[in-house]
C-alpha cells in the first residue's frame, strides 16, 4: 500500500487549506482511512478518521467543527478540508490506512505533508 498526502502549505491563522490522500496497492474501499498530525517536539496524534463507506466520521476535540474528512472511493482518495486554522494546527499531517473497514487500528502510512499557520 501506497499512500501520497499532498496540499500542504503555509497559510495565516484563519485560513484554510485541502489535504488529500491518494492510495495505491490495495482495495482503498474496503478499509477506514484517517488523518494524524506531529507538531514539533510533540508526539503524533489523531485527527480525523472515516469508515470505508464515508458514513462514519470521527474528530479530535481540538478540530472539531473546523476540519472536516471525506473520501472519494472511485478516485481512491481521501481528503481533510481545514478550515479556521490556528498557530497550533502546525505540523506535519500524515494519512493513514485502517488495518478494517472502520476508522483503526492503522497499519499504513503516508509521508506526511507539512502545514504552517502563522499568527
Known amino acids: 500500500v501506497q499512500l501520497q498526502a499532498s496540499g500542504g502549505g503555509s497559510v495565516q491563522a484563519g485560513g484554510s487549506l485541502r489535504l488529500s490522500c491518494a492510495s495505491s496497492g490495495r482495495t482503498f474501499s474496503s478499509y477506514g482511512m484517517g488523518w494524524f498530525r506531529q507538531a514539533p517536539g510533540k508526539e503524533r496524534e489523531f485527527v480525523a478518521g472515516?469508515?470505508?463507506?464515508?458514513?462514519?466520521?470521527y474528530y479530535a476535540d481540538s478540530v472539531k467543527g473546523r476540519f472536516t474528512i471525506s473520501r472519494d472511493n472511485a478516485k481512491k482518495t481521501v481528503y481533510l478540508q481545514m478550515n479556521s486554522l490556528k498557530p497550533e494546527d502546525t505540523g506535519i499531517y500524515y494519512c493513514?490506512?485502517?488495518?478494517?473497514?472502520?476508522?483503526?487500528?492503522?497499519?499504513?502510512w503516508g509521508q506526511g505533508t507539512q502545514v504552517t499557520v502563522s499568527s
Open positions: 472515516i469508515s470505508w463507506s464515508g458514513g462514519s466520521t
Open positions: 493513514a490506512g485502517a488495518t478494517t473497514a472502520t476508522m483503526g487500528p492503522y497499519d499504513h
